[in-house]
């Protein structure tokens, strides 16, 4: 900044100096605000009475003129010698020209100082920009509103750049939030695995927008696509040979795919069905866009008509039941939602063989955050529709997110297949242990409360683990008895347990979805919460 002072130092000099010096301002630009402007003789006169030791007025404003250089016998701006005519002013341009070129300089000198100061610190961001640091919270309450000079604190508990580690730790007294069906009970798994899931993705892989060009999902990485059917076969839950698999971001976006490709593109819009209770997220993707494609229809069970897309979710969400479509007819379709089919939720009775069957790491091996989900499609003009849908939506999908549920999977398969492995690196037995124990758990607290019920226990024959297998739901249906109690989403929210209403899956408000799939700290707080209550 010391070069912009002396930069401005100069030009005020030049500025002055130009033509011997400064030129004298007009009597108009100083009259004082408010007066007329003042004739060129009252400007003499008044300049006499300055210079006088009169008023100050236009004395003061007016500077001081260059000394001529010694020994030239000149006077500032006298008059040239034998009573001619006073010599003219110097034209304004030539110092106009040399300000315009200073001030260019200035500006360049004062951004090479700018951008060669040190940066701000990892911590500390500019003023202005620290008013962005606010809680989410606190930035729409004026009570605990931040001001722009503070700053949202690190916690201590993470190391800066760490990734997160989802909902925080629970004690007695916190609220226990099991709405969502976030699959963190499977971490103590996947602590357990070593590098067995682990992944290093070089800097310069997966650049490309392209996976496979010769496949119908030229986004699919052909590792996942070998994963998911080296899968499919160990478990035996669903088809693979004359598929076509289709990757998605989560099984969502596969289900949007699947509406888009299957419903007429003129015409009245595709009624979209589901059987109640049916999944909550259905009603709500279906008509988020308000597309002229397609619209919700509500309850299976009592549509009439012959035009439908009918949603099966089998093991079903909420009540774990095992559905088969309800709807029959030559222009109606199903899709078959079957993210919790697989053994650690339900015995697996038979392979699956649908037109169009929907996946997801979500549930099958708890990885919700990598968000991958897969579709098995044996129509290829259905796959490739599905295909348009993503490509136009989000152009692909991730190519990390699929290498990383590829080994994901490779884990899984491994652990089974690998002469060698350990039994305690495998998934699906740790799964069912898991939900057996937790399903015991809930059912006798339950019981020991006296006011819920849940569904009848079932069991089948398991192809994949050869034997007898009880069915343990992801979530639980829970209803509340009590006469006085018509909301048990309410009544539970006050005893600090969030579930999700059985309003929301077109079902009895005294009904709730609970979710299974917590971590052992939440579920086994609000087991014992749940018992207490009478």
């Not at 002013?89 to 004062?110: D, I, K």
């Not at 989560?250 to 979209?272: E, K, N």
């Not at 992801?474 to 018509?486: H, K, N, P, S, T």
């Amino acid at each position: 900044m010391a070069a912009l002072r002396q930069l401005g130092t100069a030009v005020e000099g030049n500025f002055q100096g130009a033509a011997g010096g400064m030129v004298p301002p007009s009597p108009r630009v100083l009259a004082p605000n408010g007066s007329a402007p003042r004739s060129p003789a009252a400007s003499r006169r008044e300049e006499a009475a300055g210079n006088g030791g009169g008023s100050p007025g236009l004395a003061a404003l007016r500077p001081t003129p260059a000394k001529p250089p010694r020994g030239s016998g000149k006077k500032p701006f006298a008059a040239p010698a034998g009573g001619g005519k006073p010599r003219k002013r110097a034209p304004l341009w030539p110092a106009a020209l040399f300000v315009s070129v200073a001030m260019n300089v200035g500006l360049v000198l004062h951004h090479y100082v700018n951008s060669t100061s040190p940066p701000h610190p990892p911590h500390h961001p500019p003023q202005e920009h620290q008013a962005c640091l606010m809680h989410p919270e606190a930035a729409g309450s004026s009570s605990v509103r931040r001001t722009a000079t503070q700053e949202e604190p690190v916690p201590k508990t993470r190391a800066a750049g760490a990734p997160s580690t989802g909902k925080p730790a629970v004690t007695p007294e916190s609220v226990i939030n099991l709405d969502h069906g976030d699959p963190t009970m499977f971490e103590e798994f996947w602590r357990g695995t070593g590098a067995a899931a682990e992944i290093v993705i070089p800097g310069w892989q997966t650049m490309s927008y392209f996976s496979d060009v010769g496949n119908v999902c030229w986004f699919l990485e052909p590792g996942l696509d070998h994963e998911v059917r080296r899968l499919h076969r160990l478990v035996g839950n669903a088809a693979v040979d004359g598929y076509h698999v289709l990757v998605g971001t989560g099984s969502t976006q596969l289900f949007m795919a699947a509406l888009y490709a299957l419903s007429p593109p003129a015409g009245a819009p595709m009624s979209v069905v589901s059987t109640a209770p049916y999944y909550s997220s259905y009603p709500a993707v279906t008509d988020f866009l308000q597309s002229g494609l397609f619209r919700w229809a509500g309850d299976a069970s009592s549509f009439e008509g012959d035009t439908y897309i009918e949603l099966v979710c089998s093991p079903n969400n909420p009540d774990g039941t095992i559905r088969e479509a309800v709807l029959s007819s030559e222009s109606g379709v199903a899709v078959h939602d079957l993210a919790y089919n697989w053994p650690q939720y339900t015995p697996i009775t038979r392979r699956a063989d649908h037109d169009i069957m929907l996946f997801t790491v979500s549930k099958s091996t708890g990885h919700a955050g990598t968000r991958i989900g897969w579709a098995l499609v044996k129509d290829r003009d259905v796959a490739k529709k599905m295909t348009k849908f993503i490509e136009l939506n989000t152009i692909g999908v991730s190519k990390d997110s699929q290498l990383r549920a590829a080994k994901v999977l490779r884990a899984v398969s491994d652990a089974y297949e690998l002469p060698g492995a350990g039994e305690e690196h495998r998934l699906f037995d740790y799964g069912r242990r898991k939900m057996a124990e937790r399903w015991s758990m809930l059912r006798e607290a339950a019981a020991a409360s006296g006011i819920f019920s849940l569904p009848d226990e079932t069991s089948g024959y398991c192809n994949f683990t050869k034997d007898m297998a009880s069915t343990n739901p992801a979530f639980a249906w829970l209803r509340c008895d009590r006469e006085d109690v018509e909301d048990c989403a309410s009544f539970l929210r006050g005893h600090k347990i969030l579930t999700r209403s059985g309003s929301q899956f077109g079902a009895d408000p005294r009904y709730v979805r609970v979710s299974m799939l917590d971590r052992d700290d939440a579920y086994d707080i609000f087991v014992k919460r749940l018992a207490s209550l009478k």
